[in-house]
């Protein structure tokens, strides 16, 4: 919205900066699987051509996706995916004959028979799983790639973590600070008109890790509020080894919240829907802003900080930016 504004000023506090290089041609950084035994009685190994060859037979002509039984055929021969049958309205598509209902029994045995490579093995993901673990497997691996953190837009970018932090910053032009202590300033000249959503979005560098923080405006059933709230960009596993704080007050009052990030794994609209960040109401937020409360004037200041694990007595002790 033209009318609002939004400040940063960031406190340095000795945190390197490091900066992103943005490789051009690439989203992801490929790294090969070497051999491994894992204790999960997974094994790990570099793909044989005689392997991939095999995959390819079980590659999907349409969607190119793995074939899974039933896996249908035409008297010709040419197969394909129980899924796409019904798209290809029962004509292959290789040869345009009648499918039938004729199913290639000889390749889904070789199905059932395959351990083939996650579909990121090229991105550094090294397992190898029996054909009917391969999709469970991949829907929450590790290496899979990420969306694009970006709100307000359906932006359909993934890639690792490097690519998106210069992709926010080139092609979404979001603003990008080092440390791990922030100070906002949030304006809007006319308060009583909240569209759903008004965002904002900056990055923040600490600890080597990457932080969103969102600013919101939006409806939350007939009350107008205003949320702010931290994402972390990686695994879940790894948000939770930071906690953060958001203060925003005035007129003597103030309101606080702490909390562990989310990972950005979790949609921007599924945090903010689950409440998970400061939440203020319209009037508190005029109450705060003072004057005739006719202009929203919100300071919204906060820190990031890193859990360290205490060799005594087994607790959490903070690690805080200073």
Not at 86 to 100: I, M, W
Not at 246 to 269: A, C, F, M, Q, Y
């Amino acid at each position: 919205m033209e009318s609002d504004s939004i400040e940063c000023i960031t406190s340095l506090d000795g945190t390197d900066e490091d900066e992103v290089q943005q490789n051009p041609h690439h989203h992801l950084h490929p790294q090969f699987p070497s051999k491994s035994s894992h204790g999960n009685g997974v094994v790990s190994s570099t793909i044989l051509p005689s392997t991939t060859r095999v995959h390819e037979l079980l590659e999907c002509p349409v969607c190119t996706n793995s074939m899974y039984p039933p896996i249908y055929q035409c008297h010709n021969g040419h197969t394909l995916c129980s899924t796409c049958k019904t798209r290809v309205h029962n004509r292959c598509p290789t040869c345009r004959q009648e499918l039938g209902d004729i199913r290639c029994l000889a390749l889904e045995k070789v199905a059932e028979s395959l351990e083939l490579p996650c579909k990121y093995f090229s991105l550094g993901c090294p397992e190898i799983f029996p054909y009917y673990s391969k999709l469970k497997h991949e829907a929450i691996c590790n290496f899979r790639p990420y969306n694009c953190p970006y709100a307000g837009s359906e932006c359909s970018v993934t890639g690792d973590i490097p690519f998106l932090v210069a992709h926010l910053r080139d092609d979404h032009k979001v603003d990008m600070h080092s440390g791990c202590t922030f100070n906002h300033r949030y304006v809007k000249s006319n308060p009583r008109e909240v569209e759903n959503a008004t965002w904002m979005l900056t990055v923040f560098h600490c600890f080597g890790q990457y932080f969103c923080l969102h600013f919101e405006a939006f409806q939350l059933g007939m009350a107008p509020v205003y949320m702010a709230f931290l994402r972390f960009m990686g695994d879940e596993m790894e948000a939770r080894n930071y906690s953060y704080s958001l203060e925003v007050g005035g007129n003597g009052r103030k309101l606080i919240w702490e909390g562990t990030p989310r990972s950005i794994r979790d949609s921007h609209r599924k945090v903010r829907d689950s409440h998970d960040g400061l939440i203020i109401q319209r009037n508190m937020a005029l109450f705060f802003s003072g004057g005739d409360r006719k202009e929203l004037k919100l300071r919204v200041t906060g820190r990031i900080w890193k859990e360290q694990q205490n060799p005594e007595g087994g607790a959490c002790i903070p690690n805080l930016c200073s």
